[in-house]
């Protein structure tokens, strides 16, 4: 684990764009990147004066960016991987009520989160949501049985319109965690 990319200019811009996150989802994460094509979150606080930390895997950063992606995935990643930390701390104990044999109400749980956040970045700008929608659709997979199931392609876009929904509707992001809790459980 590191506590940069080697990229000064890419760091700024991923440290002003977590900034962002942690004011519209209520957590004080650490982040540390690590050669990875994936990103998580663990309630292990590994940045002292933090709680719980981000993982951010380079590879996956990387390959988000390429322009048929487009930069605006890495922020939606960033704060689903926030919206962990905000389940595992969270009074509501979300983290524990998503609980299942697989990770796939967690998983969808978060992505109401980031589409939440999503909304409060972009406003409702349909275009850059779109290459957001596409590129969860290349994430999701049909891995119904495997106990890291994130839901499928639908199901993940599905819950990422139904946060960046509540938050173009006004919800508070409390309000809209509860009500996605719910409406996860349902896809």
């Known amino acids: 684990m590191k506590s940069k990319s080697g990229d000064p200019a890419f760091d700024r811009a991923l440290i002003a764009e977590l900034k962002r996150i942690i ?63 905000f389940q595992f701390f969270s009074a509501d104990q979300y983290y524990e009520r998503l609980s299942g044999p697989t990770e796939r109400l967690r998983e969808l749980h978060a992505d109401v989160l980031a589409g939440y956040y999503l909304a409060k970045k972009m406003g409702s700008d349909p275009g850059a949501m779109r290459d957001v929608l596409r590129a969860f659709i290349a994430l999701g997979a049909y891995e119904n049985a495997s106990p890291d199931d994130h839901g499928s392609p639908g199901q993940r876009c599905a819950a990422l319109d139904k946060g960046y929904t509540l938050s173009l509707g006004g919800q508070t992001f409390e309000s809209s965690a509860r009500e996605g809790a719910s409406y996860v459980r349902g896809l």
């Open 23 to 85: 004011t519209v989802i209520p957590v004080d994460p650490g982040f540390k990147f690590v050669n990875a094509k994936n990103a998580g979150a663990t309630p292990e606080t590994i940045v002292n004066g933090t709680k719980g930390t981000v993982l951010i895997g380079l590879r996956l950063v990387n390959e988000l960016l390429k322009p048929s992606q487009g930069g605006i995935t890495v922020a939606c990643v960033l704060a689903h991987e926030c919206g962990h930390i």
